[in-house]
């Protein structure tokens, strides 16, 4: 039977959306490559005495190669027995087809792991519809930590609407959002918000980390959503130091209503850029905005080809409708007659 996250210790979920800092695991191994036990155990020690939250292990930090060499098991096992009697998070990364993802969070449950970080670089090429049916089915095993891994570095390109739908499954507790990219940043939370807002949101954006924690997501449609703490590489070291800045940026009295403009802008540069086309209508978009305010007559650009893309549009006006005070056609209706005259 599987574990949910209604089956963990007492308050353990509620830290999770308080926020906390997770270190991503490095493998300590001696001169001969082989696991250093009292080396690896050493560094788990490190991290919760730091004021760590949780521990990340057999994730990319760990190096996937673990895997291959039977350290798997060996190395989350290690993790677990340090953080015995603590209140750490452990969360197992787990890779791969379904089949090996299923078998890897088995190992993780039967070792007292409370969910996995789950890596969708195997499944480049599938329909959104196949990874919601994998991510279902590693749910039904142990609480799922989704993971949006950069496309540069084999993470695959998803939209918002994949989010939506996974954000929405009753296992998954938390996203770690790591694609390196502001427009796809704001998919994560765009489908979380939609999803009813359930689900918390970490910071893997090495870029970013600061931003991502200061920046209050009001998106529109609800109540602004915040990424509450960060799953990553970097706090693999200087890790009280990576503690203290997680603080520093949750403070309650940062200024929201001026950094809340940041994600707001964003989100509508999406949609004119043309984003989720890879930026193919970008010049068309910025065209179209001007042409329903009548500064252009048509959206033509020099290379016949380039035009606005399938949805661009529609895109448009669900951001404009969001956000009308970051727009000014009132401004332009004024005065465009002036403009136009010879």
């Not at 089956?7 to 191994?29: V, Y």
């Not at 252009?296 to 669900?318: F, N, R, T, V």
Request: hydrophobic share 50%; with cysteine; aromatic share 8%.
């Amino acid at each position: 039977m599987g574990l949910t996250w209604q089956d963990w210790p007492a308050g353990l979920h509620a830290r999770l959306h308080q926020g906390l800092a997770i270190p991503a695991h490095p493998l300590a191994l001696n001169a001969d490559r082989k696991l250093d036990a009292r080396r690896q155990r050493a560094l788990s020690r490190y991290y919760l005495a730091a004021g760590s939250g949780g521990l990340a292990v057999g994730v990319h930090t760990t190096q996937f190669a673990i895997r291959d060499v039977g350290l798997y098991e060996p190395v989350l096992r290690i993790a677990a027995q340090v953080a015995e009697g603590t209140n750490a998070l452990l969360v197992a990364g787990v890779i791969g087809r379904t089949e090996q993802a299923v078998r890897e969070a088995r190992i993780a449950r039967a070792l007292g792991y409370h969910c996995v970080l789950l890596s969708l670089a195997a499944w480049k090429g599938a329909s959104e519809d196949e990874i919601i049916a994998h991510c279902r089915a590693v749910a039904a095993e142990m609480p799922v930590f989704g993971f949006y891994l950069q496309p540069a570095v084999g993470g695959v390109a998803l939209s918002a609407a994949f989010w939506r739908r996974f954000c929405a499954i009753e296992n998954v507790v938390a996203v770690k959002i790591a694609p390196f990219n502001r427009y796809a940043t704001l998919d994560v939370v765009r489908g979380a918000m939609e999803a009813g807002g359930r689900v918390a949101l970490y910071t893997g954006n090495d870029d970013h980390i600061v931003g991502d924690l200061v920046t209050p997501f009001a998106l529109g449609g609800g109540p602004a959503m915040r990424i509450v703490g960060g799953l990553l590489g970097h706090w693999s070291v200087w890790t009280q130091a990576a503690v203290r800045v997680l603080h520093e940026a949750t403070r309650p009295d940062l200024p929201a209503s001026i950094m809340a403009l940041d994600a707001q802008v964003t989100e509508m540069n999406a949609a004119i850029f043309d984003v989720a086309h890879n930026f193919h209508g970008c010049i068309a978009g910025c065209h179209e905005v001007l042409r329903r305010q009548g500064l252009l007559e048509g959206i033509w650009c020099l290379d016949p080809d380039e035009g606005l893309s399938p949805g661009q549009a529609e895109l448009i006006s669900a951001a404009s409708a969001r956000y009308p005070e970051l727009t000014d056609d009132a401004f332009v209706r004024q005065n465009l007659a002036s403009w136009l005259a010879d």
